[in-house]
């Protein structure tokens, strides 16, 4: 196989793809590289940390203002595999193993916990992955790059070792020498930037980090400090380091595709150990992993911390890999995997289906089932040679198959926000099994629904033709029951009646086998809960967790918006206290905030994540964000007519999902608000779909026409629209669309039929209030005289031509 781009690539096209700053800009001779810049203002956005190694030395938690959002509170569990439960009879346990080197976002202005945007790559394969690299950094912007505490903590949560990323590029693409030698500077015996790096990681929480040397023209002596450097780290902590085959012992820059005696001392030096794990370049052939495995081998290494790298950056599951020689078909495996780039799945997505459909293609193969990855592809599926490993091990056990991003938000099966979101700190643990069906008859389908949950934004929904029992496989598990043990279902059916749903369970003395427990019929069409009672297996340990659908209905339809184990009653911690604002930032001066808040922890009890909201005039609470941690951004807090102040309350979600007792705090407004303004202004909007990933309906509401053809909201899909929640309901006197020409596209491309709609609450029906036909014009007006929270734009025809695109700038809705 010939050798492919090296990773220098990455940050080029990490700042092309992701938004990122030049990764190619050299700074002038004799000037130092610009720092991480610092939050002045008390309550603007915290973003994910990343610096150079100067100014590394300079960073301390006690004075960075953004420090305390970025903390991961997720400790890394432990994780089970066993061979007799794998999916696929081909996949192997114990042996290779799979590093994702993956950006969730730019290396500058990367939001620290989530935001309102509900395109976002909310990677759910976890169980196939061993460590996820957090991939980034460009010598415009900076070196090394912390991951966000959102990656961490969901990474975590499913036994994912997480490593941040040092990137030297090249000298063509910006790298300077000195940026190395500055990395590998001592203080007497002391190498202080690698105790930054040990520092960033525990108080972070993250495992450790990725060293990617491409600058040229170092020396032996200057390989050699690197080596040197990890040692030092590791002899002072348990800070991991995973290397990429670029420098070589002799200091120069060579990808020797394999583990060999010009780069082998990165990874054991003598009786050293350098590094943690090898990266091995893309351009590995046969010969080449079996003499690293040889050598790995010889070294007292395994070859299974050897990684050999596929790019799948440009061309996803339509790379060409040499799986025989990695995975050879019936044989042990010859090294582990490292994927480059896989978060294609999410950057080449027409939309949020269009996303998970090429994922499961990626993860499990072309039958989103990974018992199968028959195909005529070469491309199988990762299923196929590597077995699921699951992090559930120990109780309680609480899934509500939330995925970290939605298009609104629930709360015990109450809509508390509307509008799109991600975090995937508040992401569940996937099923182990994505998707597992067995049935003498039609299989049903399972699917993750965005349309309903009990808790987050998703559910498992479970819909198709009934016509034999079909057993639906979903975790892995090692869960002792106890005699006071209860596994609890909340399940929701189109109509009241039989929900031919059970609970299905097996244990460790019997794996294979599932008992079966009934969950009855229900009573109505909202979330129920079901509780059943596992004392009569005490003492056993359960090893899988399903679902047994048995009935017949040509339409089955049911969701399921929670799965819980536990020991008897469900949990309530103790109540956070000392909730305190630590800054405020107007967004529209009078009308609106952005807050920092910060609490003290529960002081007892497992706290699953805390939950914001704010509450209203009328007793009613509106949801502003959660997160496992003790401190939380608030992007948005709007001003209720001309109230002089606002409660904003915090409570704690037990790893039940029992809710304390909450703390409050108040926001005092100063001013008089606005008479008029853009009320869509920077509100949480959902849309159709989106053309690609960079086109969200985000777009349509950050106030500005002046980025490009990409700021913009643009859809393809048949149905389009666009929606956007005000907050509350406000008194709206005129709408104004931006359409192509406006951004500065072709006229030709101007919206030309649409509709305005609006309503006041989730459940009401949509009221027309404008429509347009014949237009031709890049910004139109449309003055109404209504009261509205949630305001919608309907596409019909959306060009002056058969271009099937929709192309929205800005759309604002303007009142007081």
């Not at 010939?2 to 096209?13: D, G, H, I």
């Not at 309102?116 to 759910?124: E, Q, R, T, V």
């Not at 090692?478 to 209860?486: H, Q």
Request: proline residues 6%; hydrophobic residues 35%; aromatic residues 10%.
């Amino acid at each position: 196989m010939p050798r492919r781009l090296p990773l220098l690539l990455s940050a080029v096209l990490a700042a092309a793809v992701l938004g990122a700053g030049p990764a190619a800009q050299a700074r002038p001779a004799g000037t130092a590289p610009a720092a991480a810049p610092a939050t002045a203002a008390a309550g603007t956005q915290p973003y994910a940390s990343y610096w150079y190694p100067n100014t590394i030395l300079n960073w301390d938690p006690a004075t960075d203002p953004d420090a305390r959002f970025n903390r991961s509170s997720v400790p890394l569990r432990p994780r089970t595999s066993d061979p007799a439960l794998r999916a696929n009879p081909n996949a192997r346990a114990g042996e290779g193993k799979i590093a994702s080197l993956a950006a969730f976002g730019p290396t500058s202005n990367n939001p620290s916990q989530g935001s309102a945007d509900p395109s976002y790559y909310a990677f759910g394969y976890w169980q196939y992955v061993d460590k996820l690299v957090f991939w980034g950094g460009s010598a415009g912007e900076g070196l090394i790059l912390a991951p966000n505490p959102t990656v961490i903590d969901a990474a975590h949560r499913n036994g994912v070792k997480v490593y941040g990323t040092v990137f030297f590029p090249p000298v063509a693409y910006g790298g300077q020498l000195q940026w190395v030698r500055d990395f590998v500077l001592k203080s007497g015996s002391r190498y202080p930037v690698a105790d930054k790096l040990t520092q960033a990681a525990r108080y972070y929480g993250f495992d450790g980090w990725f060293i990617n040397q491409e600058t040229g023209g170092g020396t032996t002596a200057l390989a050699t400090e690197v080596r040197n450097l990890m040692q030092y780290t590791k002899a002072q902590s348990g800070t991991e380091f995973m290397w990429y085959d670029a420098m070589t012992e002799s200091g120069s820059v060579s990808w020797q595709n394999a583990l060999t005696t010009a780069n082998d001392a990165f990874l054991q030096d003598g009786t050293r150990r350098t590094a943690d794990s090898m990266f091995l370049n893309f351009g590995w052939s046969a010969d080449g992993l079996a003499s690293s495995r040889s050598r790995a081998t010889a070294l007292g290494r395994s070859p299974y911390e050897l990684y050999s790298g596929i790019d799948t950056e440009a061309n996803g599951y339509n790379t060409g890999v040499d799986w025989n020689t990695l995975f050879p078909a019936g044989g042990r495996h010859t090294t582990s995997l490292g994927l480059y780039r896989p978060e294609w799945t999410w950057k080449s997505a027409t939309d949020r289906a269009d996303f998970y459909a090429k994922d499961a293609r990626y993860w499990v193969g072309a039958n989103n089932d990974p018992s199968d990855t028959t195909t005529s592809s070469s491309w199988k599926g990762l299923a196929a040679y590597v077995a699921e490993s699951s992090p559930i091990t120990a109780k309680p056990f609480v899934t509500n198959f939330d995925t970290g991003q939605g298009d609104f938000y629930n709360a015990g099966g109450t809509r508390v926000a509307t509008g799109g979101w991600n975090n995937l700190s508040l992401q569940d643990v996937p099923p182990t099994y994505r998707w597992l069906v067995t049935s003498t008859g039609s299989r049903l389908t399972p699917s993750v629904d965005f349309g309903d949950a009990y808790e987050g934004g998703s559910s498992l929904r479970l819909t198709g033709r009934l016509d034999a029992a079909n057993t639906v496989r979903l975790y892995q598990t090692r869960l002792p029951v106890a005699a006071d043990s209860k596994l609890s279902v909340v399940l929701k059916t189109p109509a009241a009646g039989a929900s031919d749903l059970k609970a299905a369970v097996s244990f460790t003395d019997a794996p294979g086998s599932f008992t079966t427990l009934d969950l009855g019929a229900t009573t109505g069409t909202g979330w129920e809960r079901r509780t059943v009672d596992l004392s009569a297996y005490a003492g056993r340990t359960i090893a899988q967790i399903g679902l047994r659908v048995d009935g017949n209905n040509p339409a089955y339809d049911v969701r399921v918006g929670q799965l819980a184990f536990y020991d008897g009653s469900v949990d309530v911690t103790a109540a956070p206290s000392g909730l305190t604002v630590l800054g405020a930032t107007d967004v529209v001066p009078g009308s609106s905030r952005s807050l920092r808040l910060s609490w003290t922890a529960a002081p007892s009890g497992s706290v699953h994540h805390y939950e914001l909201y704010r509450r209203n005039a009328d007793g009613t609470r509106s949801y502003l964000g959660a997160t496992p941690s003790d401190a939380y951004f608030v992007s948005r807090l709007d001003r209720a007519g001309t109230e002089s102040s606002t409660t904003v309350e915090v409570e704690a979600v037990s790893a039940e999902y029992g809710r304390s007792a909450a703390a409050s705090t108040s926001v005092s407004w100063t001013g008089t608000p606005p008479v008029d303004g853009n009320l869509a202004l920077n509100r949480p909007a959902t849309a159709s779909g989106r053309c690609n990933a960079d086109e969200s309906p985000a777009k349509a509401v950050n106030g500005s026409v002046n980025g490009g053809n990409g700021d913009k909201w643009c859809t393809t899909t048949a149905d389009k629209w666009l929606e956007v929640d005000l907050g509350s309901a406000r008194a709206l006197s005129r709408f104004v669309v931006k359409h192509a020409s406006a951004g500065g596209e072709s006229a030709s491309y101007n919206t030309r039929d649409f509709t305005v709609q609006v309503r006041s609450s989730a459940t009401d029906p949509w009221t027309t209030v404008a429509t347009v036909t014949g237009n031709t014009a890049g910004t139109t007006t449309h003055p109404v005289t209504t009261t509205a929270r949630y305001v919608r734009l309907v596409v019909t025809r959306p060009t002056q031509t058969t271009d099937p695109a929709a192309r929205i700038y800005e759309f604002e809705a303007w009142g007081a």
